[in-house]
């Protein structure tokens, strides 16, 4: 079993950062990929970025490409979601999620997680 446990959130200007973190626990970690989703108000929950444990193969969404930027540490079981050039649109609950064996399709959608970490409020003044 994986728990997400997550750090990290507030409020910053555009142009700011922040960095969100998520410690997993659970002794599965070979085959486990951990990913980041938002939601926004009024909209659907959507994928931000993902890292498969083993490996370290990142996954972006076109939207916080080039912005945002993931990674693990392994030796504290933590991932972290390091983001950059905010801007207000990036405004949103961020929710950390993970599973395991996940193949590459199924990545980016949100149902195909089965552990999800509480939200915390990112926002983002213009």
């Known amino acids: 079993e994986v728990s997400c446990r997550r750090l990290g959130g507030g409020l910053v200007q555009a142009g700011g950062s922040l960095r969100l973190s998520c410690a997993a626990s659970?002794?599965?970690?070979?085959?486990?990929?951990m990913g980041w989703f938002r939601q926004a108000p009024g909209k659907d929950r959507e994928f931000v970025s993902a890292?498969?444990?083993?490996?370290?193969?990142?996954y972006y969404a076109d939207s916080v490409k080039g912005r945002f930027t993931i990674s693990r540490d392994n030796a504290k079981n933590t991932v972290y979601l390091q983001m950059n050039s905010l801007k207000p649109e990036d405004t949103a609950v961020y929710y950390c999620?993970?599973?395991?064996?996940?193949?590459?399709?199924?990545?980016?959608?949100?149902?195909?997680?089965?552990?999800w970490g509480q939200g915390t409020q990112v926002t983002v003044s213009s």
């Open positions: 890292i498969r444990w083993s490996g370290g193969s990142t």
């Open positions: 659970g002794r599965t970690f070979r085959s486990l990929t």
């Open positions: 999620a993970a599973d395991l064996g996940m193949i590459l399709s199924s990545i980016p959608y949100s149902e195909n997680y089965d552990y």
